[in-house]
């Protein structure tokens, strides 16, 4: 260094990642989280990528954990690890609202949910994703804030947490040092996020290695009918609506249909599946339609018809909204595994449709 100088060194300090390892963890929202941060770090050194390294420490209330598929996993204690900068919670290895109704209660959930708190309140950053979504909420950590969860569990989250502003159909929801994750591969999504704040251009090469496309929301694997059978008169408003797709909306008809008022079949709507009757029509719309895009060859124009539309550009808009994806993003999706008899003729491409 010249006498006087000042050397230009740039210190990049990693950033802690704590994954709360609960019994029954989700094994593959677990694997997910390790990998990606993993993978980068791995590609932010080969690839000349300028990104903190992620410090990621499996923790936990007891020794050593068990994953629904049955592995023992080595947890770390707090006390023997620096203050983390993030603290993930991988979903619980629940898929039923009774297992997870079950698993809530367990003393070591109870004590994780404190542990939350605890970190919340020393301003640590708190994400989950999928069915680990609840331990925040009952911690209290979610309370007047916008959050998602697993959408085939959102009216019982909706039930049990209704201080929280939920939207199922959002893959991600971020907001004052919370984060929230959708179902299942929504892990991967979360990681790909928190990496994404450190270095878009990391993010991007990280989801390439990991085959990871861009999911800005669940829409498009939601199940409609699946939410609605937790009350019979939106059941019955299912019904109804599936059957009147290609008719158009009446309110007034629905209501009549399954024997309440407008008012009430509203009400019952917004309770258990957070939406109005007409948002939750076009949910069918939107499934009815991706489905005839994805079994059909038959034009946007003739699909929008189908689900009560006057014209194609009606419906990929409603498709760009709802799902994220375009009309034709959605019709090739599967193209490449449907047998060969239902792939289109060499001559006929499905870019004529759309």
Not at 306 to 324: C, E, I, K, P, S
């Amino acid at each position: 260094m010249p006498l006087g100088g000042i050397a230009n060194i740039v210190i990049i300090l990693a950033m802690i990642i704590y994954l709360l390892a609960l019994d029954g963890v989700f094994d593959t929202g677990l694997a997910a989280l390790l990998d990606a941060f993993g993978a980068a770090n791995d590609l932010a050194a080969t690839a000349d990528v300028a990104s903190p390294p992620f410090t990621v420490r499996i923790v936990g209330v007891r020794k050593r954990v068990k994953t629904a598929q049955g592995l023992i996993v080595p947890v770390r204690q707090f006390k023997d690890l620096p203050p983390p900068d993030l603290v993930i919670v991988p979903a619980l290895g629940a898929k039923t609202p009774e297992t997870l109704l079950a698993a809530l209660e367990r003393k070591d959930v109870a004590e994780a949910r404190r542990l939350l708190r605890a970190f919340a309140g020393q301003g640590v950053e708190i994400a989950a994703a999928c069915t680990a979504t609840f331990l925040l909420a009952g911690a209290g950590l979610l309370d007047g804030l916008p959050a998602t969860t697993s959408w085939w569990l959102a009216p019982l989250f909706r039930a049990r947490y209704p201080q929280v502003d939920l939207d199922e159909s959002r893959m991600i929801v971020e907001t004052r040092r919370r984060m929230t994750a959708g179902a299942a591969l929504g892990h991967l999504d979360l990681a790909l996020r928190v990496i994404r704040r450190a270095s878009p251009a990391l993010a991007a090469i990280t989801g390439k290695y990991l085959l990871a496309d861009p999911r800005p929301s669940q829409a498009a694997f939601i199940v409609p009918d699946h939410l609605a059978h937790n009350d019979p008169i939106v059941e019955r408003f299912e019904r109804w609506a599936r059957s009147h797709i290609a008719d158009g909306f009446s309110l007034s008809a629905a209501a009549l249909a399954v024997g309440s008022s407008e008012r009430t079949l509203a009400r019952r709507l917004r309770s258990v599946l957070g939406r109005s009757p007409l948002s939750f029509f076009q949910d069918l719309r939107v499934e009815r339609a991706t489905h005839l895009l994805q079994t059909t060859s038959d034009s946007v124009e003739q699909i929008a018809a189908q689900v009560g539309y006057a014209d194609g550009v009606t419906l990929r808009t409603l498709l760009r909204r709802r799902t994220g994806r375009s009309a034709r993003d959605l019709r090739l999706r599967d193209a490449s595994q449907e047998p060969a008899s239902r792939r289109h003729a060499q001559g006929n491409p499905l870019s004529a449709y759309i």
